[in-house]
């Protein structure tokens, strides 16, 4: 927390250094770096978006206040970086980002009402963000109604897509099945205990992950609960858990839960190296939190860790670290989130134009071969092809590689059989 | 002078600008966006405006106002989302034809409750009748008993976390956290397009009007009166042989009935209703207002409330990681240096030079509060 804090007190000429420090390796990472000349303005902005000759102005929409903040910290700093890194290398179709940054302040209708100034007042070429699952759906009619393009970087429940969205974290069936299938394999698991957090996600991937469960590994689920967010008091379910003896516990909790539920977990006993646990939701941001001597010993099921080990991620964390100080973490949502600004111009180089409608049209197919996770391409329904990872918690925070996907898998928000 | 059972002069005029300033001055220098935000600000006056009459007059406090906002709010909400969800509209669900949240739950059929809100009259009927009947059941509860003041406040407080609850946990019904979104057309009438938010602008200014003629007359009635005595000595009132009970849970019943249509305009103007609102925390927040503004003020709750709203949001916008503070310092310096709100500096440093100006009389010397509440109608 304090490190956080403290960002902000770097003065404005040496975060400067940094962010050039920073865009260096990129610069020689990405050969084919677009210098090309600029086109006039009233060519590739038909819609009278805010663009100039020499800028381009996006949004950024997160929480900085309130009970999210925490989360969405990572993503906006994430999503600075990128803008910085564009702008070294002569930003898109040779103007500048320029970005303005509203706050949700964890609060749904204030992001509806941000989206819509954005939108409608700064005439914005793209927004990055939103978090919850929540201040999507409250942004959603906002984007389709005044069509603006929405690049969004959580893991989410699916069920949805859009024309004015990309969805650059992945939906459920792509983050859960692998790793479920993963874990029954590896460790024999036939007996699965569900707990969430009480909303939209954790219920939706719990579905999907019973339905796989039962239907496809013929395990069995022995226990299904869901506690409000916030919630601290998670001693009931654990002696559940002791009583039931799972082969895995399966959780998607969220926020703040998750410190309590695990400390009670090595409370009660319940030894992580001894029972398998698989989370969805828990990212190295999470286990700052939680603590490592915590959770050690749990697996996690998601498409980016902080340790990966490929040339790209080696280029990223080092200049993420420059930029926002040595102490921050990177979880796989702030990984995604510096996928947004990336995606954005390569789709507005490959269309040639900052229309709304041309980039929607043109997202299918846009590649990003420098993303930190690997190689990633947007898909026919604007959410990503990505590998599914699975971790190991390990005491110092971060995780360890256990398994990943040989292949790219298929990103696919209406799972037939899963409804 | 119109009627002086409603209001004295200076109040005449106060109601009159504050009508200019809403219905002429904002629309013709404020763009749809900002008029719409305006719009949304003025929801919350509703509420304010309640908790003039229950805290202000009855000085019955009430921490758990989000409560009937939010029933008001999701009543106009389900009418709403089911016209939202025609069949043609939800045809990528398993079970087309109901509200999405309801599908992404399993619920494969309309559930009983969620019926008749397919009525516009019913749904109007149910969100004055709803919150009405709820305000009555818990103001029999307790003003019978007697209890109040700050027992009173805790438990509307517990109401409002128990009913955050009961919305988030019965997510196949509700919505849950995300709420109910995307809301379209009311009687096949788009309610998202500029002209739109336009007219339901002026139509919310017209029923917040409505709502402070109604809250004049109660503070002007010998029903008023007898709130401001229980106020003052509840004791005294009881042993004069009126019915302490029965004046709190009429004010209390105002309070509720007010904060509803808020609620409803905030779903028709937002377009959007979710358990955010019904909390403590968003109910602590419209107390807040109508300190800010002056509690015993009509027109000040209006004013506390599009202030604070309008800081808010420009604060916000301009300092995103830093506005809360600002917020917070600008609650902290009015309440220690104006504990009467902005109707209290209106009322010791402004309203003063006015009356010399128009009438020769001199200001009278105690404060302004008492005299509009117990000089309120003037026999002239």
Redesign the interface.
């Known amino acids: 927390m304090s490190d956080k804090a403290n960002k ?1 007190l770097l003065s404005p000429l040496r975060r400067k250094l940094l962010m050039g420090m920073a865009a260096v390796p990129v610069i020689t990472m990405l050969p084919r770096a677009s210098f090309a000349q600029t086109p006039a303005t009233s060519a590739v902005n038909t819609t009278g978006l805010a663009i100039t000759d020499t800028e381009v102005t996006v949004g950024i929409l997160h929480s ?2 309130g009970t999210m903040a925490i989360s969405e910290t990572g993503s906006i700093e994430a999503e600075k970086l990128a803008i910085e890194q564009i702008n070294a290398m002569g930003g898109v179709l040779g103007r500048k980002i320029k970005f303005i ?3 949700g ?1 964890s ?4 992001f ?3 989206a ?2 954005l939108l ?2 700064d005439k914005v070429a793209a927004i990055m963000g939103c978090w919850t ?2 201040s999507r ?2 942004v ?2 906002v984007m389709e ?1 005044y069509n603006g393009m929405l690049y969004y970087p959580t893991f989410y ?1 699916g ?1 949805e897509q859009s024309k004015n969205v990309i969805y650059t974290g992945q939906e459920a069936t792509q983050q859960i099945l692998a790793g479920l299938n993963w874990i029954a394999k590896e460790k024999g698991a036939k007996s699965f205990f569900f707990i969430g957090s ?3 996600w954790p ?2 991937s719990n ?1 999907i992950a019973r339905k796989h469960v039962e239907n496809v590994l013929k395990g069995k689920v022995v226990g299904e609960e869901y506690y ?2 916030g919630n601290t008091q998670f001693n009931s379910v654990i002696n559940k858990i002791k009583l039931t003896k799972p082969d895995v516990i399966f959780t998607d909790v969220v926020g703040g839960s998750n410190v309590a539920f695990y400390k009670q977990l090595k409370a009660a006993g319940i030894d992580l190296s001894k029972q398998a646990l698989l989370t969805i939701s828990v990212t190295e941001d999470e286990i700052d939190g939680i603590g490592g001597e915590n959770i050690a010993g749990a697996y996690a099921c998601m498409k980016y860790f902080q340790s990966l080990d490929n040339p790209n991620n080696k280029t990223f964390v080092p200049a993420f670290k420059t930029m926002w100080g040595e102490k921050t973490v990177i979880g796989d949502v702030t990984q995604a989130a510096y996928l947004g600004p990336w995606l954005w111009k390569l789709t507005v180089e490959k269309a040639g134009s900052f229309d709304v409608d041309k980039i929607a049209a043109a997202s299918p197919g846009v590649e990003f071969k420098n993303a930190p996770e690997g190689y990633v391409r947007i898909h026919e329904n604007h959410h990503l092809w990505s590998k599914t990872r699975v971790g190991r918690a390990k005491l110092d925070g971060q995780f360890e590689l256990i398994y990943e996907t040989a292949d790219l898998v298929e990103p696919d928000p ?1 799972p037939k059989g899963y ?1 | 002078m119109t009627d002086n059972r409603f209001f004295n002069r200076s109040e005449f005029i106060g109601i009159l600008v504050l009508a200019v300033f809403l219905m002429v001055i904002l629309p013709l220098t404020l763009d749809v966006f900002r008029l719409n935000l305006v719009a949304k600000y003025l929801t919350y006056a509703f509420v304010a405006l309640g908790l003039v009459v229950c805290w202000g007059y009855g000085g019955i406090l009430s921490l758990g106002q989000g409560v009937f906002f939010g029933l008001g709010g999701y009543c106009m909400a389900m009418f709403l989302k089911l016209e939202a969800s025609s069949v043609e509209n939800t045809k990528i669900q398993s079970t087309p034809g109901i509200p999405d949240f309801m599908d992404w739950n399993q619920i494969t059929a309309l559930p009983l409750f969620w019926k008749p809100f397919s009525s516009l009259t019913f749904t109007i009927a149910a969100i004055i009748l709803v919150p009405g009947i709820f305000a009555l059941i818990i103001g029999t509860a307790m003003f019978k008993r007697r209890v109040g003041g700050t027992y009173f406040a805790i438990i509307t407080q517990a109401v409002a976390a128990i009913l955050t609850i009961l919305i988030v946990g019965q997510q196949g019904y509700t919505g849950g956290i995300n709420g109910m979104t995307d809301l379209r057309t009311l009687k096949g009438w788009d309610i998202r397009p500029d002209h739109a938010k336009v007219v339901l602008y002026f139509f919310e200014v017209g029923c917040l009007f409505v709502c402070i003629m109604i809250a004049q007359f109660v503070r002007h009635s010998k029903l008023g009166r007898i709130l401001v005595a229980m106020r003052e000595k509840e004791d005294r009132v009881r042993f004069s042989g009126y019915s302490v009970a029965n004046f709190k849970i009429f004010a209390f019943c105002v309070a509720a009935v007010f904060a509803a249509i808020g609620g409803a305009m905030f779903a028709l103007n937002v377009g959007f209703m979710s358990p955010s609102f019904v909390g403590i925390v968003p109910s602590i927040e419209m107390v807040i207002y109508t300190a800010v503004g002056g509690r015993l003020s009509i027109l000040g709750a209006v004013y506390g409330t599009l202030l604070v709203n309008f800081a808010k949001t420009s604060l916000s916008e301009t300092f995103p990681e830093l506005w809360l503070f600002g917020l917070g310092g600008l609650f902290i310096a009015v309440v220690l240096a104006f504990p009467n709100g902005l109707a209290g500096i209106w009322g010791d440093y402004v309203q003063p030079h006015i009356d010399r100006l128009i009438s020769s009389r001199k200001p009278k010397p105690e404060g302004w509060t008492d005299k509009s509440v117990t000089d309120g109608a003037p026999a002239e």
């Open positions: 902000g900085a206040t940054q509203e706050d302040a609060d749904w209708p204030t509806a009402e941000k819509k100034k409608v007042n699952s929540a759906k409250a959603l009619p109604q429940e069920l009480d909303y939209i219920r939706t579905k409000p967010l209406f409804q």
